[in-house]
């Protein structure tokens, strides 16, 4: 059986408290207060069918979207105009192998096409 190890990352804005894996996956690398190195996040799913990961560092908390997190990570920003497209088209795969950076007009264009099948 051939087995490909997972890679962690930093999460951009968070270094030293999370990293993400390039299968999706974020875990928190803190210690302190409630905290456990290298534990997994329980990711909850969004109204709009995206998971997303709640970050938490000393009064701050913010909600984001996990495959903002895997692309930024492993590929780096958004480029002006640009969005990230799924490209199994399943919003709930935010393997890094699914993800891709696409053109604005592109992405809406190749969306509203499937929505007409």
């Known amino acids: 059986m051939d087995s490909v190890a997972e890679e962690w990352r930093p999460v951009p804005g968070w270094e030293g408290w999370y990293e993400v894996s390039d299968l ?3 875990r928190n690398i803190a210690t302190g207060h409630r905290r456990t190195p290298g534990k997994v996040l329980v990711l909850s799913l969004s109204n709009r069918g995206r998971w ?3 970050l938490f560092r000393h009064y701050e908390q913010k909600v ?7 692309i930024e990570a492993f590929v780096g920003p958004c480029p002006e105009g640009h969005e990230v497209h799924h490209r199994d088209m399943d919003h709930t795969n935010d ?3 699914n993800l891709e950076y696409m053109e604005r007009r592109e992405h809406r264009r190749l969306h509203d096409s499937h929505k007409r099948r």
């Open 64 to 70: 984001i979207a996990c495959y903002k997190l895997v």
């Open 52 to 54: 997303t990961a709640h």
């Open 24 to 26: 999706g996956r974020v």
């Open 95 to 97: 393997a890094l192998s």
